[in-house]
């Protein structure tokens, strides 16, 4: 992925996929078919604001403002790579 790929990048979670608390578990959860994936740390924030009108750039900025001091600049972007190829977000 270019640089200008990321920065213009909205990500958004699969139309399959939602994102939901359970508390019993105490966890949030990435639900895909037949799947459970549990969120663990910041994760679940970082996976909220994926929500198809942030570029990536936004949701690093917010995520900054939010965690002063936070490598989120470094780990962010190559979070939601992850997820991307995973089939996670679009």
Request: with cysteine; net charge negative; proline share 9%.
């Amino acid at each position: 992925m270019t640089a200008t790929d990321v920065t213009a990048w909205r990500p958004a979670l699969a139309p399959a996929l939602m994102l939901r608390h359970d508390p019993v578990r105490g966890a949030d959860l990435l639900l895909l078919p037949e799947r459970v994936v549990v969120l663990e740390g910041h994760a679940s924030q970082v996976v909220g604001l994926c929500d198809g009108t942030r570029t990536v750039p936004g949701i690093v900025g917010e995520l900054a403002a939010r965690f002063p001091g936070a490598p989120v600049a470094a780990e962010v972007p190559a979070f939601l790579d992850r997820l991307r190829g995973e089939g996670w977000l679009r």
